[in-house]
């Protein structure tokens, strides 16, 4: 019986092959972006979870209070881990501490690369159940050890043997390989853990950390912990809450730290807090693209749906006949069904070509490396049940609906569709352009939102501005001689240094006081420690007083602020104010233009700066804007490596990387832009095979109308005004939907643009445009047939 089904069903699709057509592509397409957005969605939804442990291991974090605004922060004080461990022991199985790192050289023999990696306690092996493809998870016991990845451990040694070789951490540490482990998954939190170091040796390297005076009031480490087998989270986190409270001094109370723990399964999809609450974070986007992927496909089974119907009358003797042979309704659906499933198991195999075609673009685009399973049984399995559920759902209407007919009055030839046949396929053409135009606006506000935040004025020159870290003792030693040269070989105009790049905050202080201080106000800024020139540098705009100079022996205790610490501090007059901090007089020697050195889409945080009393992190150099680009890089990378023991000069660019602020709306405008203009090709599809029918329908009629005098225009209009209204009402209901949803989504933004009527606009006049244009290519097409061909038969 199943095989009858097909037979026929096939014999269908092959009888009326444009139908066939459309309903293919349109199926074929919506079923290659549900793909692709379940891959997505899948890469997602896993982050984190190829860890054997990934349900028992947390996050310490932590919220602290200042002015009455509460922040949340993964950096706790460098001894958050051992007081954890030294209290509350029996919650936990491992607790560790680390430090991120901006990078490190590893340099072994004359080969030098650059690889990032963290410093952590023995214990994170265990914890992230690291698989060893040489020596054992012990390897971190030595101070002065190292465990490399499998593609650092290739890079460096080739094929030769790593473990027991001695590399140069950052030209100034030896370290011994003690293990290789295996590349961790790209979609985890950790996939960039290229190297592993004891986190005793970050703290022989940076001596000044066991000298801090307040060691809790400095938050620069992350400390990770796997709970014990027994422990509760939610119980555990309320146990730890005052860990902090309770060894900070009273001056750090009042800004009321709380700890608490944030499990791995939220750190990728819920990274996003607001006031001390979670407000989700990538979730949002998770569920913004599963609706995406359900409506898109769903706009292709409505294609098979009205077509389907639309053909109705030309089904219904052949229902009749069945009917009067015997056949049940059971039956009658089973073979509609047949043929929607069919349509969807060709459109499934044409979708996995396209999958498979578009996959890299579509990686480039959202910044993933996935790939088709297709040798694992899971996909097919769930691919089998996919065919099914869209052939059902494609199905569904057109099976019932056409099962339904009298065999009396198909076979008397009095079968007529009735007068509100149409109305549900018009509703379902409907729901196709609503979609379609929603989609469309979102798109368009997107990137009005990107480039607005892009248009925003940085408060600096960016252009030509270029970084490179002191990632060895060679480069810090050597800061004022490399100085002297790129000076002097004219491919700068200006060298600084500074503990961070222009675009970026990498320590908030509290601690300062001034004259005139609210009671209330807790003095917590964004501090960044610069050279003299480091103005000249990035050329920021002073609206009071002056620049640092070297020509102000008092400048080593100078300050400079930004406008939004000027009116937080509210000084009237904050040139030579007096700002002091942890017993250190600073006076305000220049008031500068805020600086976006933060998000683009938030508020400037106050900010200051101060002569750093040693070296930076960083150079920071002005490329001389009269040489070419290139040969500027040459000459300060033959500077470089000269002063630098023969190691590649590695640097980055200002505003390269400060474009990377904006990568993850970009992506979700991109992914919107191909999704709508996909979805809007589907609906077109469906309006042309539509129009198609209603052409093929109306063929005598029109001929009769030509006969009587009516004119191209007027049958043109005809034909058209009806799928025009259905357009118009679609734009009715999808520019309000749209409104509302993107100015729900732009609220999740402080510095926002707004949803402007000239983009709703744009996209009415464009979607009518288009639906018109489908239309009228059967309709005119119609209108210019001869009469006498379609009147023959009369």
Request: aromatic share 12%; proline share 3%; net charge positive.
């Amino acid at each position: 019986m199943i095989r009858n089904y097909l037979k026929i069903a096939w014999r269908n699709l092959l009888k009326n092959k444009t139908f066939s057509l459309i309903n293919i592509a349109g199926l074929s397409i919506g079923m290659a972006v549900a793909l692709l957005i379940g891959l997505w969605l899948h890469d997602e939804l896993t982050f984190d979870k190829s860890f054997p442990n990934h349900d028992r291991i947390v996050q310490v974090m932590q919220h602290q209070t200042f002015n009455g605004e509460t922040g949340t922060q993964s950096a706790n004080p460098y001894q958050m881990a051992e007081a954890i461990k030294e209290k509350y022991a029996a919650d936990f199985k491992y607790v560790v501490q680390s430090a991120w790192t901006d990078g490190y050289i590893l340099k072994y023999q004359d080969k030098a690369l650059s690889r990032s990696g963290n410093f952590f306690e023995p214990d994170i092996t265990e914890m992230l159940s690291l698989e060893m493809l040489a020596g054992t998870r012990n390897g971190l016991q030595d101070v002065n050890s190292i465990m490399l990845s499998e593609s650092s451990a290739k890079a460096i040694f080739g094929t030769g043997e790593p473990l027991g070789q001695t590399l140069m951490l950052g030209n100034r540490l030896p370290v011994k390989v003690t293990g290789v482990y295996k590349d961790l998954p790209q979609n985890s939190e950790f996939a960039n853990l290229q190297f592993i170091c004891p986190w005793a040796l970050y703290l022989v390297d940076n001596t000044w950390i066991k000298e801090l005076e307040n060691p809790w009031r400095s938050n620069f480490t992350q400390t990770y912990a796997q709970l014990a087998d027994h422990a509760d989270l939610a119980t555990v986190s309320e146990k730890i809450r005052n860990v902090k409270m309770d060894k900070v001094r009273a001056a750090e109370k009042a800004y009321n730290p709380v700890v608490f723990l944030w499990p791995m399964s939220k750190w990728h999809l819920y990274s996003d807090w607001k006031h001390g609450k979670n407000v989700g974070g990538r979730i949002n986007s998770v569920w913004l693209f599963g609706i995406i992927g359900v409506f898109v496909l769903l706009l292709a089974c409505i294609n098979f749906m009205n077509l389907s119907t639309a053909r109705s009358e030309k089904r219904a003797r052949e229902v009749g006949i069945r009917k009067a042979v015997g056949s049940h309704r059971q039956q009658l659906i089973f073979q509609f069904f047949s043929e929607s499933i069919l349509l969807a198991l060709i459109g499934f195999v044409l979708s996995i070509t396209l999958v498979a075609a578009s996959l890299p673009l579509f990686n480039d685009v959202a910044g993933k490396t996935m790939k088709l399973p297709l040798q694992e049984p899971v996909f097919w399995c769930a691919g089998l049940v996919f065919v099914l559920m869209t052939g059902v759902l494609a199905g569904s209407y057109p099976a019932f609906y056409l099962s339904s007919f009298q065999p009396v009055k198909v076979l008397k030839g009095t079968f007529k569709a009735g007068r509100y046949a149409a109305t549900p396929r018009k509703a379902l053409v409907v729901l196709q352009f609503t979609v379609s135009v929603v989609l469309i606006i979102g798109t368009l506000i997107v990137f009005k939102q990107v480039r607005h935040a892009q248009n925003r004025p940085v408060g600096y020159d960016r252009n030509g501005l270029i970084y490179a870290f002191m990632n060895t003792k060679e480069l810090a030693d050597g800061y004022d001689i490399i100085r002297s040269e790129a000076l002097a070989s004219g491919a700068v105009t200006e060298v600084a240094n500074a503990t961070a790049p222009p675009n970026t905050v990498n320590a908030f202080n509290n601690g300062f006081t001034w004259e005139g201080m609210d009671a209330d106000a807790q003095g917590n800024f964004a501090q960044i420690q610069v050279s003299h020139d480091y103005g000249k540098a990035v050329q920021w705009e002073i609206v009071q007083g002056r620049d640092f100079s070297k020509q102000f022996a008092s400048d080593s205790n100078a300050m400079i602020l930004n406008e939004t610490a000027v009116k937080f501090m509210q000084l009237k007059n904050p040139v030579g104010s007096i700002v002091k901090k942890d017993g250190r007089a600073y006076t305000v020697v220049g008031v500068v233009k805020d600086m976006i050195m933060q998000s683009p889409y938030t508020p400037v945080f106050r900010t200051v700066w101060n002569i750093n009393s040693g070296r930076g992190n960083l150079f920071l150099m002005r490329l001389n804007p009269d040489k070419p680009v290139d040969a500027s890089l040459k000459q300060l990378e033959a500077i470089f490596t000269k002063h630098n023991s023969g190691i590649p000069f590695m640097y980055d660019f200002v505003d390269v990387q400060y474009m990377q602020k904006f990568l993850s709306e970009q992506r979700i405008g991109k992914l919107s832009a191909y999704f709508a203009m996909l979805a809007v090709f589907i609906s077109c599809l469906g309006l042309f095979g539509m129009a198609s029918f209603m052409a093929e329908q109306r063929t005598k009629e029109i001929g009769v109308r030509k006969v009587m005098g009516a004119s191209v225009f007027s049958l043109w209009r005809l034909m058209s005004t009806d799928f025009a209204i259905l357009v118009l009402i679609a734009l009715a209901i999808a520019v309000p939907l749209g409104w509302w949803g993107m100015q729900y989504w732009l609220n999740n933004f402080e510095y926002r643009t707004i949803v402007s009527w000239d983009i709703i606009a744009l996209t009415c006049l464009g979607a009518m445009s288009i639906a018109i244009l489908t239309i009228s290519t059967q309709s005119i097409r119609a209108a210019l047939t001869d009469p006498v061909k379609s009147l023959r038969s009369e």
